[in-house]
């Protein structure tokens, strides 16, 4: 099956006296707000949650619930930015801002060209830290992980990503394939340049795998090696 293909013809379809990205962030919204409400048992996420699904009939929201399913799938297929590609073949883009996301491919060499002194970075702590100051949907995030798994290391208990983006849509289209990826991080939706930001979120790999203790505790040795 062409889960990708599958994916954009049952979104186009789902709701058509709405438009279509109103649709796919509804989606993104939906889809990360079921995963993060175990993990933060909030009463917010939960109304947030409610607001949204109750402006479909029952028939759509179990439409919405095929589209989180074919998007698993798509995922474990193979390494992809999925909803990336989704964004880009639904003209989604804001052209005006320059907004483009790059090819996985190309996001694929260039992880491979940044993959240098690991096992170093690795003698200094048991992870590998990566920043993506303008994340897009993660396909950059995405395609390191693949790397370090072609080389023989496990991306969801040695490496911790902190992702930020200015714009909500891709805020939400990283956290929810970081978060289906097993990719332990931090999403951050705001401004990396005045570094301000309006929302933050764990992926669910982050608290599994004990990052918040994990991080305090090399925080606390590059204190002391500093002294």
Known sequence: MDYLKEFISKLQNLDHS???????????????????QPF???????????????RYTKEQAEKFSKLLALLVMGLEEKHQDFLGCVYMKLNLGN????????????????????FVDIEKQLEEKDFITLSEPCCGSGAM??????????????????LFVEAID???????MTYLQLS?????????????????????????????NGFS??????????TKSEQ
């Open 18 to 36: 709405k438009r279509v990205d109103n649709v796919f962030q509804d989606f993104l919204k939906l889809s990360a707000y079921a995963i993060a």
């Open 40 to 54: 933060y048992r909030s009463p917010e996420i939960e109304q947030n949650y409610l607001d949204i699904i109750n």
């Open 95 to 114: 052209i005006a801002t320059g907004q483009f996301f790059t090819p996985y491919h190309v996001s694929k060499m260039m992880a491979e060209i940044c």
């Open 141 to 158: 995030i995405i395609a390191y992980a693949q790397t370090l798994k072609e080389q023989g290391y496990n991306y969801q208990n040695q």
């Open 166 to 172: 200015i714009d909500e849509l891709c805020f939400l």
């Open 180 to 208: 289906l990826y097993g990719i332990p991080a931090r999403v951050m939706l705001g401004d990396t340049l005045a570094w301000k930001f309006s929302q933050m979120i764990y992926t669910p790999m982050y608290f599994l």
């Open 213 to 222: 203790w994990r991080l305090k505790e090399f925080k606390k040795t590059e």
